[in-house]
Every structure is written in C-alpha cells, then in structure tokens.
T-cell receptor, first 113, second 112 residues
Framework: DAGVIQSPRHEVTEMGQEVTLRCKPISGHNSLFWYRQTMMRGLELLIYFNNNVPIDDSGMPEDRFSAKMPNASFSTLKIQPSEPRDSAVYFC???????????FGPGTRLTVT | AQSVTQLDSQVPVFEEAPVELRCNYSSSVSVYLFWYVQYPNQGLQLLLKYLSGSTLVESINGFEAEFNKSQTSFHLRKPSVHISDTAEYFCAVTRSSYKLIFGSGTRLLVRP
C-alpha cells in the first residue's frame, strides 16, 4: 500500500496567487482530514470528510480556503488568494471505518512570499 | 472542551538513557489517548494508543505510556533511547473517532 499521497511536496508561490493542494487517501478509508501545522499554532484540523461529505469545516480559517472531495480517492484544498500567513505544512490524513488510527501523508510545505 | 498540554518543548538526552515525555489532558468525560511521532520531513505516525482496558500500552519499538485517570496524564517513556528515536512526539486526545486534539509537541533530541 502506498499510503496517503500528497502533492506537491513543496510549493512556493507569491501572495495573491491561487494554490491547490492534492491528496489521495488510502484505498478503502472512508474518512479524510486536512490539517495545518505551524510553529505558532501547532497542528490544527481544518476540515473532515466522511464518505466524501464535509462533516466539520469549523477549522477552515476563512473564505479564502475551500476543500472538496469529488470521489473516495481524491481531495483538494484550495487557497485563493494566498497570503504569507498561510505558509505552513499541510497534512492530509485518512481513517478506515471503525478505527481510531489516522494515517498521515508526508505533507505539503507551502511558502507564500 | 478538551485540551492537551505537553510542558516540555524539547528534551535532550544521551543515547541509552531513559526518557519520559509528559502529557496531561483536560476533559470532563472519558477520552481516547494517542502518541504520534513525526520524523524530520515526514508525516505523523501513530506510536501507541489507549482506548480501554489495560492502562499500560506499549509500542513495537520499546516505548510505553500509562493512562492515569486521577492525574489526567498519559506520559510516554522509554528505558533506553537510540539515536534513531530523535523526532517530535505529539500527544493527542479525542472523544470521537475523528476530532483529534493535539498537544504542542515535544522534540526529543538523542545525543551520542
């Protein structure tokens, strides 16, 4: 099993540009999470999907952030327009039904200049 | 509301010495507790978990943690650390299957 796959691994962009982060969860897992990790705020849950449906998006910072899960094998997190304070490592994680163990991807390091 | 406190941001220790990474949580109801490890430039990996039953849980690489309800703690211990244990360790708590609340992390630095 390839594990959770995230792309790109690194993204450098200028303020104001649109950024799209991608995630492929582990096959068969029915829950997907997007987290953000920064030095100041640690690990924060941004949004949680169950069976492709957004269940909890209370952690999404503001309207500039949006997430979609069009099917069970793909999710995107979009930031438009990006700002320097969005610089962070963004993790995707998936969870099989009935389990408490979340499997994390390697993360995308986003730098907004 | 639940919260997790990891008081030590960094713990330096010599190789083969014992180590304890502290974790305290606050919750008025029963919770599930986890330790995750993050190696440099990687995602988080589950190290061990307490869901129910025995209060002492162990990982395959020699770490153990003990759930102490009266002290609301879930400290992580290893009797003899290796250089390869150098990583950041996160304690996490949840009441549900999905909303993990993470502590701020403890960086374990093992020196030769």
């Amino acid at each position: 099993d390839a594990g959770v796959i995230q792309s790109p691994r690194h993204e450098v962009t200028e303020m104001g540009q649109e950024v799209t982060l991608r995630c492929k969860p582990i096959s068969g897992h029915n829950s997907l999470f997007w987290y953000r990790q920064t030095m100041m705020r640690g690990l924060e849950l941004l949004i949680y999907f169950n069976n492709n449906v957004p269940i909890d998006d209370s952690g999404m910072p503001e309207d500039r952030f949006s997430a979609k899960m069009p099917n069970a094998s793909f999710s995107t997190l979009k930031i438009q327009p990006s700002e320097p304070r969005d610089s962070a490592v963004y993790f995707c994680a998936s969870l099989p039904s009935g389990s408490y163990e979340q499997y994390f991807g390697p993360g995308t390091r986003l730098t907004v200049t | 509301a639940q919260s997790v406190t990891q008081l030590d941001s960094q713990v330096p220790v010599f190789e083969e010495a014992p180590v304890e990474l502290r974790c305290n949580y606050s919750s008025s109801v029963s919770v599930y507790l986890f330790w995750y490890v993050q190696y440099p430039n990687q995602g988080l990996q589950l190290l061990l978990k307490y869901l129910s039953g025995s209060t002492l849980v162990e990982s395959i690489n020699g770490f153990e943690a003990e759930f102490n309800k009266s002290q609301t703690s879930f400290h992580l211990r290893k009797p003899s650390v290796h250089i390869s244990d150098t990583a950041e360790y996160f304690c996490a708590v949840t009441r549900s299957s999905y909303k993990l609340i993470f502590g701020s992390g403890t960086r374990l630095l093992v020196r030769p």
